[in-house]
């Protein structure tokens, strides 16, 4: 892949995209870096599996001692487990991405974002969220898309776009804010008792900085010659849903139209939809034994 190197600056703070520079074997792969902060963000799918009803997307956020410059020492030389930090980022990056995919998927999803390198200044959480998106886009995969995060804090009266650790312990605002060209995602927010019209204006102020990292996926992609995957929905045997509609709709609907909040009336309609399965039942199924 061609190695491409992008900037985007939010009022000084740079956010450099550089693509095609590590883990070629991955689906897609991207190392987003502001400041001396710099996270590498992979994505892979296989093939989905047989009898799930639910899109198998994992998401994994490393963050390991070396990445600030500390080796463990001691007798095993080996890292403690992760800390809670780390749980609640990979919920942040999982947060946004879900919704984006088709509700058909079921293909095994992974996002692994590790960071590399660490300083005292920008956090990482967000910059893992924009690389996420990338390499999706990057993998090829069904994506309503792109996706962008970024961070927004208030100190005095000014609005600041991703803020550094000290900004955020000095202001009084820490909002998350993930949009799509459709509209905002997902808002995770900390204040100290701020009006509701300045969180709205935060919200906003958030969202056009996350457009600009919207539209430099875009041309990232259209330099790549990468067109957003858009697959059509499986066809779908649809059998056994008219088969269910067919001898059970009717007769649930007039019950539960007719159901009274009393403890009888809830004995009764447990009584009829076990009527109702058993009557389901074909003849030829053999009957579960415990």
């Given at each position: 892949?061609?190695?491409?190197?992008?900037?985007?600056?939010?009022?000084?703070?740079?956010?450099?995209?550089?693509?095609?520079?590590?883990?070629?074997?991955?689906?897609?792969?991207v190392?987003?870096?502001?400041?001396?902060?710099?996270?590498?963000?992979?994505?892979?799918?296989?093939?989905?599996?047989?009898?799930?009803?639910?899109?198998p997307?994992?998401?994994?956020?490393?963050?390991?001692?070396?990445?600030?410059?500390?080796?463990?020492?001691?007798?095993?030389?080996?890292?403690?487990?992760?800390?809670?930090?780390?749980?609640?980022?990979?919920?942040?990056?999982?947060?946004?991405?879900?919704?984006?995919?088709?509700?058909?998927?079921?293909?095994?999803?992974?996002?692994?974002?590790?960071?590399?390198?660490?300083?005292?200044?920008?956090?990482?959480?967000?910059?893992a969220?924009?690389?996420?998106?990338?390499?999706?886009?990057?993998?090829?995969?069904?994506?309503?898309?792109?996706?962008?995060?970024?961070?927004?804090?208030?100190?005095?009266?000014?609005?600041?776009?991703?803020?550094?650790?000290?900004?955020?312990?000095?202001?009084?605002?820490?909002?998350?804010?993930?949009?799509?060209?459709?509209?905002?995602?997902?808002?995770?927010?900390?204040?100290?008792?701020?009006?509701?019209?300045?969180?709205?204006?935060?919200?906003?102020?958030?969202?056009?900085?996350?457009?600009?990292?919207?539209?430099?996926?875009?041309?990232?992609m259209?330099?790549?010659?990468?067109?957003?995957?858009?697959?059509?929905?499986?066809?779908?045997?649809?059998?056994?849903?008219n088969?269910?509609?067919?001898?059970?709709?009717?007769?649930?609907?007039?019950?539960?139209?007719?159901?009274?909040?009393t403890?009888?009336?809830?004995?009764?309609?447990w009584?009829?939809?076990?009527?109702?399965?058993?009557?389901?039942r074909?003849?030829n199924?053999?009957?579960?034994?415990?």
């Open positions: 892949m061609v190695e491409i190197d992008k900037s985007i600056s939010f009022d000084g703070r740079d956010i450099r995209l550089k693509i095609g520079l590590l883990a070629p074997q991955a689906g897609g792969a190392l987003i870096q502001s400041g001396d902060t710099a996270v590498l963000v992979t994505a892979t799918r296989s093939q989905g599996r047989e009898g799930i009803d639910f899109l997307l994992l998401v994994d956020y490393e963050e390991r001692l070396y990445a600030g410059g500390k080796i463990p020492g001691g007798f095993l030389r080996r890292e403690g487990r992760p800390p809670e930090k780390v749980t609640l980022t990979g919920r942040l990056i999982d947060r946004p991405l879900r919704p984006l995919f088709p509700s058909w998927l079921r293909d095994d999803i992974q996002v692994v974002a590790t960071t590399v390198s660490m300083d005292e200044q920008v956090p990482p959480d967000v910059l969220v924009t690389g996420a998106s990338v390499a999706i886009l990057l993998a090829k995969m069904p994506f309503y898309g792109p996706m962008a995060a970024v961070r927004v804090g208030l100190v005095g009266d000014d609005f600041i776009i991703n803020p550094t650790y000290s900004e955020i312990k000095e202001g009084e605002l820490d909002l998350v804010v993930a949009g799509s060209p459709d509209g905002v995602i997902m808002v995770e927010a900390s204040a100290n008792q701020l009006p509701e019209q300045d969180i709205i204006e935060a919200i906003d102020f958030g969202y056009e900085a996350a457009c600009d990292l919207i539209q430099a996926q875009r041309e990232i259209a330099e790549l010659g990468i067109d957003l995957v858009v697959e059509e929905r499986p066809s779908l045997d649809s059998a056994l849903e088969f269910i509609r067919d001898r059970a709709q009717a007769q649930s609907a007039s019950f539960c139209l007719n159901l009274n909040k403890k009888t009336s809830g004995m009764q309609l009584t009829k939809l076990r009527q109702m399965k058993s009557n389901l074909s003849p199924s053999r009957k579960r034994t415990r």
